[in-house]
């Protein structure tokens, strides 16, 4: 809504305004282009351009919204799931990714699980096998090694320590 509410105040037309993207009716000039891009800017948004770029941004909003928006509903594997929405070979998605991020597609998936899970105990509203459930590991032993892996703590542990952070309405 801020970007379509931006571009609206400089006179563009936006044709559709998703996550990561804009459609414009006409070709903007590079001063608009620049303008756009100062007050985005201003909001945390950055205007991204070259090609590489837009394809890196369009594999993390798809990892994103998977992992914290549709519950891991992977009906198939995370490059086929890839391949097929961004039309292009795996392999190709998987070097450029690299290459530009300094990290594996995989990496940033793993990633991507284990701040959800993080977010999932926090809750405290689910038990370890539910959420190991919701986002398609294997077991929860599976789902407690890559934790332990990525954060260097246990779940369990990581819920304790949230715990001790906390303070009782009581000790306010």
């Known amino acids: 809504m801020v970007v379509k509410s931006k571009l609206q105040k400089l006179g563009l037309n936006p044709i559709a305004v998703s996550l990561g993207e804009v459609e414009l009716k006409e070709n903007i000039s590079k001063q608009q282009k620049d303008t756009l891009a100062k007050h985005l800017q201003s909001f945390g948004f950055v205007l991204i351009d070259d090609k590489k770029s837009k394809t890196i941004e ?75 459930f919701q986002l398609n590991y294997s077991s929860v032993a599976y789902l407690s090694n890559q934790f332990k892996k990525v954060t260097g703590f246990t779940p369990t542990y990581f819920k304790q320590l949230k715990d001790k952070k906390r303070k009782q309405i009581e000790a306010l």
């Open 58 to 132: 369009k594999i993390k909003n798809l990892i994103v919204d998977v992992v914290h928006y549709k519950n891991n509903e992977l009906k198939t594997n995370l490059s086929d799931y890839l391949a097929t929405h961004l039309l292009q070979d795996y392999n190709t998605l998987s070097n450029l990714f690299s290459e530009l991020e300094g990290t594996t597609i995989e990496q940033y998936f793993i990633a991507q699980k284990i701040e959800k899970v993080k977010e999932l105990l926090m809750y405290n509203e689910l038990t370890l096998s539910q959420i190991a």
